[in-house]
Each structure stands twice: as C-alpha cells, then as structure tokens.
C-alpha cells in the first residue's frame, strides 16, 4: 500500500491511498477518513460507495463528512468507483459503462471480466487491506452510497448482512436490471441472461429472498434521474412485500448533486452511529 496523501482535519486524518489489486488487476485508489478517537484502539467502519463518473475524491471533497464523523468516532472509506489505467477496457464516450461506472459487480463477460471485479474488491480485497493497516473494527461494519453507490450498498448489505449493522443510501438505483442507465452495463458485464442480474439488483434480490433488517433512503424530489432511473417506489414496493423496515425520506426540492448528499450526510452519520454502537 503507498501513501498519495494526508491530511489533518477535525483531529483526525483523512488519508489517500493506492494499491496493487490482485481483484481489479490494476492499481486501485482509495479514500480514509481516520478519527480522532482511533489513537485509543479500532473505531467502526463506515463504507461509502460512489456513484457514475465518480472517484473517490468526490465525497471526499464535497461530502462533508469529517466534522461529525470526528465528532462520532467513525473511521469513513470511500472506494473508487471502477478499475482504470492503460490496459483496463473503457469505452470513453459512454459516462454510463466502463471507467467510473463499474456498478459494483463481478464481470463475466469479455473483456470486462478481467479488471471489472468490484463486488470483490469491495466486498473482499479492500476490507482486508483496511483491517491490515488501519485501526478499523470490522466487527462494526456499516454501508452507504449516492446513485450507482447506493445500489451498491443496497445489493452488498442484502447479500452480507451479517458484516453490515446498518445501511442507507442517496438517491438509489432501486432496480437497475429495468433502468435505462443501467440496463445496458449490466448487459455488458453480465451478458445476456437476465438471471444473472438478479444478484445486483436491490428489489429482485429481495423478491429472492435476501433481507436485511431496515434502510435510510434519501431521495429529491427535483432530481432528474428520478423517474426513469432511480424510481425508489419499486424499492419500496419491495420493501413492504418483504417486512423490511424501509424510512424512505423525499427530500422537497433537491436534485441529485453533493448539494443534495452534503445537505443529508449528517442525519445518515448518526443513523449509522446509533445502530454500530
């Protein structure tokens, strides 16, 4: 692991790192926001998974985590978003697929299969290189994430939740084997048979049986990708199918942007606060 940066803020330090991923087959960037209160042994974990177009830099200087998350004692790690570099299969004129939009699954498909492993990366690398080299206990776990991150969250909290004391999200992808944003990447990574979407989609997951125990959603109400790509009715419907305790919070007049996640940030950090202990 190198050190690209630190930094002291609130007490803490909030750190940049990089690493050579045997699960991404590349070097892979992350995010650390240590805590004051770590000098006195491990603190909880909270991940937060970012969304299309995004690297980890963007919570990281527009989330406007570390004042509280000082305040809580929460170690925060913020991921990349997708594998890059030379060699790494993209296609550059499509924001939505490839570089920045990895959608947090395991690629089975050519040529994507041989970088785009970010379920394990997420799921299993990355963990393992936190537990190794940060005061982090990963006994107290817990999973956010914006748009793409937040199906991310959703669909690893569902099929971990025995690692994960809580979970919320921003602005979800609630189905994305149905979004027009969506739709095509899972294709590509996935292939053609839709079953294999099932285990990266949030609400078929559920119809299939998986459950965790309750989500924090916000949504706004003035976000442009709500009708055709987020749709958190579908992930409601699901919800109340399946007896999971769902506070899905429509939040009047805001959109989709870090001015909408920041404005929030503070009422999930305590969500999560409360529920790791």
């Avoid at 690209?4 to 609130?10: A, D, E, L, V």
């Avoid at 963990?127 to 006994?139: G, Q």
């Avoid at 924090?216 to 007896?243: M, N, Y």
């Amino acid at each position: 692991m190198k050190t690209i940066s630190t930094s002291k803020s609130h007490g803490g330090v909030q750190g940049v790192y990089a690493h050579a991923s045997a699960a991404c087959a590349c070097d892979m960037t992350f995010a650390v926001f240590v805590p004051p209160q770590a000098k006195d042994g491990p603190v909880p974990v909270l991940w937060y998974l970012s969304g299309l177009t995004c690297t980890h830099a963007n919570v990281m200087d527009k989330g406007e985590y570390r004042r509280l998350a000082a305040e809580l004692g929460l170690m925060i790690v913020c991921p990349d978003t997708s594998p890059r570099g030379e060699g790494v299969a993209d296609e550059k004129d499509n924001w939505q697929f490839g570089s920045g939009a990895g959608f947090y699954v395991d690629a089975t498909q050519a040529p994507f299969a041989a970088n785009y492993r970010m379920y394990s990366y997420v799921t299993e690398e990355l963990p393992a290189l936190i537990a190794a080299n940060f005061p982090a206990d990963m006994s107290r776990q817990a999973i956010s994430g914006h748009s793409m991150g937040g199906h991310g969250a959703l669909t690893i909290a569902l099929k971990n939740p025995e690692r994960f004391k809580s979970c919320s999200a921003f602005a979800p992808i609630a189905q994305p084997s149905t979004a027009g944003w969506s739709k095509p990447a899972l294709e590509k990574y996935l292939g053609t048979d839709e079953q294999a979407w099932r285990a990266y989609d949030t609400t078929l997951l559920i119809e299939d049986g998986k459950r965790f125990p309750e989500f924090l959603v916000d949504q706004g109400s003035a976000d442009g990708f709500l009708q055709d790509g987020l749709r958190p009715w579908l992930l409601e419907e699901a919800c109340k199918q399946a007896g999971i305790g769902l506070s899905l919070r429509m939040q009047d007049g805001y959109d989709h942007s870090y001015n909408f996640i920041s404005t929030f940030m503070d009422d999930h950090l305590r969500w999560h606060a409360a529920r790791l202990g």
